[in-house]
């Protein structure tokens, strides 16, 4: 008898478990509906040493313009910054989302020092140059679940940025700054994977291709962007 009820208490105690192992496995599945994500990351623009070239030149000219004779200088270009992104999505099924955000893409930075003189004696002088894109974008998404926690993704998408270039030249302390903007539409891929905590929070981690975004210079370039955040249903 003693045997009998343990045997029943074991059966129970495992019909239990199971069910709270399967309700547990059910709670970690995407839920279809709305859902808001922010992701912090780490954009890089495509220019390098031709580009700071061009721009080494554009300095020489610009001082030479205002009378000023350029003895000497360095330059350093800084193609890398960090940009947040922060959306609102619904998510239609376990394999299709669409997805509204506004993205900053951070900023890319030329600097240059050197010395120059216009006839009154040898003068320091520098020179910034900072770009940067930011804009609502839509996107959708396809996404392939692996397993109850985890699944893959893959987004195309389109952003209205604006960019904006800030020229600043300083010289003995002094200095002067000008800007100017320009707004075009980018299209974008990625990919990239959401891990699920629990049933509404997830770890959302990606890459993204920014394709011919438009500077405020007059030309295009690509930017890539690796992410991570939070992605939280309702």
């Known amino acids: 008898m003693i ?7 074991g059966a129970t105690i495992a019909a239990v478990a199971t069910t ?5 496995s059910k709670a970690t599945a995407a839920v279809p509906g709305f859902y808001m994500a922010g992701t912090i990351g780490q954009s890089s623009t495509d220019v390098g040493g ?3 070239a061009l721009m080494d030149e554009l300095v020489v000219a610009t001082w030479e313009s205002f009378g000023f004779n350029v003895l000497d200088g360095e330059s350093d270009l800084d193609k890398s910054d960090i940009g947040f992104e922060l959306a609102v999505g619904y998510q239609a099924s ?3 989302a669409v997805e509204a955000a506004y993205i900053d893409l951070g900023k890319a930075k030329y600097e240059a020092e050197g010395i120059v003189d216009n006839g009154g004696g040898p003068m320091d002088a520098s020179s910034d140059l900072t770009s940067d894109a930011k804009g609502p974008a839509l996107s959708l998404l396809g ?10 993704d893959a987004r195309v998408g389109a952003m209205l940025g604006k960019s904006k270039v800030k020229f ?8 002067a700054s000008e800007s100017d903007s320009e707004s075009g539409t980018t299209i974008f891929f990625g990919v990239g994977f959401t891990w699920l905590i629990n049933e509404r929070v997830g770890i959302r981690v990606g890459y993204t291709k920014f394709s011919d975004v438009r500077s ?8 890539d962007r690796i992410a991570a955040g939070l992605k939280v249903s309702f």
Request: proline share 5%.
């Open 168 to 175: 600043t030249a300083s010289l003995q302390g002094e200095s």
């Open 94 to 96: 376990p394999y299709f």
């Open 143 to 152: 996404m392939l679940p692996v397993s109850d926690r985890f699944s893959l």
């Open 20 to 24: 709270m192992l399967g309700g547990a």
């Open 216 to 223: 405020a210079l007059g030309d295009e370039f690509d930017v």
């Open 3 to 9: 045997n009998k009820n343990r045997n029943l208490r």
């Open 50 to 52: 031709e580009e700071q």
